[in-house]
């Protein structure tokens, strides 16, 4: 069987495509992104016509996922963790709603931050959902359950979740295809109230969710992603969900784990399982990437007298990745290390590229408000957050995508004024836009800074939503025309930014400054396409 | 028969192509292969690090344990240093000498080289000179794949033969220079190991 040397995000793309998508939507979001990435690039995707375009968040995406799911097709919603926030009132009520076309939504946790803001494990809002959620183990699995996970999203009716973490996402291993399936006819829902939650309906939905959760356990209990070994040794069980298990294994090669390990990939956590488990161990580590979610949930399963251990009792490290050298410690084998890290070592962070237009817009910003006492600028996610750092020094906040408007205005009616924003154009069209909204119809003293490089650079440079529209949307939603400037961020023409800023810090209302100069990354992927394209022009008709 | 990589660099440097050449090699070879890698923040001029394992049975964990890997494989010699609790007792250092100075309190380089020639087994190889000398600075990270290759259990003819096939695309000059690299910097590690 040919083997494709895929990352784990590439197996989900592709496993999407096999599985008979009609549709991918997706807002960008490390470490999910390369799997729309990847569908977007598939000549394959192209000639099936499955439509891949970025949205312009995570709530559109997943909305226009349901939609595709309503029309009887299948379709898949990805994003990274914190997207789910974004999409939560979609996704809480699509559980209630259930779906017509398969729906997997593909979420990708990020545990020790490697880029981002925090660390929450959406095996929670799958449970909270009360829908089942898959967590492979590796890129073969991550590949099956986003195939097979359709039929399984069909069969139970629900949407279902995968939840992979960074490091799966963003590691290579040979990966085999399945056999395409063909997309699904158009076909609306054969209730016509299905989706209409209105609340004598909605209680309806919400009773047969309730009735479904039997068949959900079960279908975990009989899922070929749970394993149940039962070992030689009754000392101590293990229960190792998704990555984990590969930890284990890193500990016991060839076989040789003498406890009885379940391998546990597919929820809700099947009580049978669990409980049959019990009968072969004394006591329970359990292993899980993200938040100590199994290891609560089956104490109140298990007998009191087994002890159960892992994230929460310490057994584990309560934050952060785990790694088989953790798994080791908690298993208690010696520890192995190599020569320690000279002294001399220093960190070397991530910073803005040479020449970046987000440079020369905090070198003016900073002029500009140096006068006044610091901390008054809020600003946002994206490259341009690393002006937190020296040599900048310039924002005080980076909360969620579209905060740095809201948290201006609110710090302004508080009285904080001068009170600025500094925002990325995709951040803006995400989530800016409505807050900016709010500001002028309180006519907020605020200063919106958008600092657009016409590219969503943080996550690698993909199409902005916001490209050539953003001061008609500024002056859409109601700030004054003369109050929308525009000006391109370059040091000649640094006296004039400072000048604007002034300008703008003393209008007592809601000004937006736009600096727009092309990402010098995305500039030159742009040429290096462009001069693809030139030498071979057949490819330019895709 | 396994060999554990660690690939590190600075974002921007192109480790990953490295990595991908050996995975070629390795896949068709008929090996196993897991390959972790750093996306995201820390490409921006960030450090950033591969974890490459190859082996004839089947892998489990997509990080290399602590104390187990083969080979260092750095393109910036600071970065080599970063991970050398990942070395094991019979594992080797291979580190281009030419830094990245990108951060402000870089440590003076020649403390930085004596860290490295302090370890066991190691060879340091001014990558960028010898890319320079045969004609292109960007081909130091082939220079890196053939001081590597010793210590890879791969012959080195297959990995020429991934480099030949990773090329490909961009015609015979760059495959042709790319080989050039790749043996310069086996033959120094032939004689400097
Ligand atoms: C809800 C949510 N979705 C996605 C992300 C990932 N993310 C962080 S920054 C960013 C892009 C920001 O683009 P832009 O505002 O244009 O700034 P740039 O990086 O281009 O400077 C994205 C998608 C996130 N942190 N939160
Ligand atoms: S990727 Fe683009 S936006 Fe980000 S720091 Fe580099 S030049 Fe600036």
Redesign the interface.
């Known amino acids: 069987m040919k083997q494709n040397l895929f990352l784990g995000v590439e197996a989900i793309g592709q496993a999407a495509i096999d599985g008979g998508i009609s549709g991918v939507y997706a807002y960008p979001g490390t470490p999910s992104t390369e799997i729309t990435e990847f569908i977007q690039n598939s000549d394959k995707a192209t000639e099936k016509g499955i439509r891949s375009k970025w949205s312009a968040n995570e709530k559109t995406a997943y909305e226009a996922a349901l939609g595709m799911s309503y029309a009887g097709k299948r379709s898949m919603v990805c994003m990274k963790h914190v997207g789910l926030n974004v999409a939560a009132d979609a996704f809480m009520n699509s559980a209630i709603t259930g779906i017509n076309g398969g729906l997997v939504v593909t979420v990708a946790d990020d545990p020790s931050m490697h880029s981002s803001q925090n660390e929450q494990d959406s095996r929670y809002y799958g449970k909270f959902a009360m829908i089942p959620v898959l967590e492979p183990s590796n890129q073969q699995e991550a590949y099956d359950m986003v195939y097979h996970g359709f039929q399984l999203s069909e069969d139970l009716g629900v949407p279902v979740m995968v939840r992979i973490t960074t490091r799966l996402a963003h590691s290579r291993s040979g990966v085999v295809r399945s056999e395409e399936q063909p997309q699904n006819q158009l076909v609306l829902p054969a209730d016509p109230s299905q989706f209409i939650l209105l609340p004598s309906s909605a209680r309806k939905r919400y009773q047969s969710l309730l009735s479904k959760q039997g068949e959900f356990e079960k279908a975990a209990e009989e899922s070929n992603y749970n394993k149940l070994n039962i070992g030689s040794d009754k000392s101590l069980g293990i229960i190792a969900c998704g990555i984990a298990f590969n930890y284990l294994i890193e500990n016991f090669p060839d076989e040789s784990c003498p406890y009885t390990v379940l391998k546990l990939s597919q929820y809700p956590v099947s009580n049978a399982l669990v409980l049959e488990m019990q009968k072969h161990c004394e006591e329970v580590l359990v292993m899980e990437e993200g938040y100590p979610v199994v290891e609560e949930l089956v104490k109140g399963i298990f007998s009191k007298k087994i002890k159960v251990s892992g994230r929460l009792s310490g057994a584990l490290p309560r934050s952060g990745e785990l790694n088989a050298d953790l798994v080791a410690l908690a298993l208690g084998h010696e520890e192995k290390q190599g020569p320690s890290v000279p002294d001399l070592v220093v960190n070397r962070p991530p910073a803005l590229c040479q020449g970046c237009g987000h440079q020369d817009m905090y070198k003016a910003l900073n002029e500009a408000v140096d006068k006044y006492s610091k901390g008054r600028v809020f600003s946002d996610i994206g490259c341009y957050t690393l002006g937190a750092l020296p040599p900048y020094k310039s924002i005080y906040s980076c909360v969620d995508m579209g905060a740095s408007v809201t948290m201006a205005k609110g710090a302004a009616d508080a009285g904080l004024i001068p009170s600025l924003a500094v925002i990325g154009d995709s951040t803006f069209t995400h989530s800016g836009i409505t807050g900016l909204l709010d500001a002028v119809n309180d006519n907020s003293n605020i200063v919106v800074v958008i600092s657009d490089n016409e590219s969503v650079s943080m996550t690698g440079g993909q199409e902005s939503s916001a490209l050539g529209k953003i001061e008609a949307i500024c002056a859409g939603v109601g700030v004054l025309p003369e109050h929308i400037r525009t000006l391109i961020p370059m040091k000649k023409y640094h006296d004039m930014m400072v000048k604007t800023f002034e300008e703008e810090i003393a209008y007592e209302g809601v000004s937006v400054i736009v600096f727009r100069r092309e990402c010098i990354q995305a500039a030159a992927r742009r040429l290096r396409k462009e001069k693809k394209m030139k030498e071979n022009p057949k490819k330019m008709a895709q | 028969m396994k060999t554990d990589i660690i690939l590190a660099g600075?974002?921007g440097q192109g480790i990953l192509s490295i990595a991908s050449i050996l995975?070629?090699a390795a896949?068709h070879e008929n090996l196993?292969?897991?390959?972790?890698?750093?996306?995201?923040?820390?490409?921006?001029?960030?450090?950033v690090v591969s974890?490459l394992r190859i082996s004839d049975k089947a892998?489990?964990?997509?990080?290399i344990?602590?104390?187990?890997?083969d080979l260092i494989l750095s393109v910036e010699p600071?970065?080599a240093?970063?991970y050398?609790?990942?070395?094991?007792?019979t594992?080797y250092v291979v580190t281009n000498t030419t830094p990245v100075l990108?951060?402000p309190?870089?440590?003076?380089l020649e403390?930085?080289l004596a860290?490295i020639t302090k370890?066991a087994q190691h060879v340091a190889i001014d990558a960028d000179e010898i890319a320079g000398e045969i004609g292109n600075k960007r081909a130091s990270n082939m220079v890196m794949l053939g001081a590597a290759a010793p210590f890879v259990h791969i012959h080195a003819d297959k990995i020429e033969a991934g480099i030949s096939r990773i090329f490909a695309k961009k015609g015979e000059a760059v495959v042709d220079l790319n080989i050039k690299a790749f043996r310069a910097g086996l033959q120094f590690a032939l004689d400097n190991r």
Do not use: C, W
């Not at chain 2, 196993?32 to 450090?47: D, I, N, P, V, Y």
């Not at chain 2, 892998?59 to 990080?63: F, R």
């Open positions: 600075v974002g995975g070629d896949l196993f292969l897991k390959q972790a890698e750093t996306h995201g923040m820390s490409q921006r001029g960030g450090a974890h892998i489990a964990s997509d990080l344990p602590l104390g187990s890997a600071m970065e240093l970063r050398l609790p990942y070395l094991s007792p594992g990108n951060i309190n870089y440590p003076e403390a930085v860290e370890q």
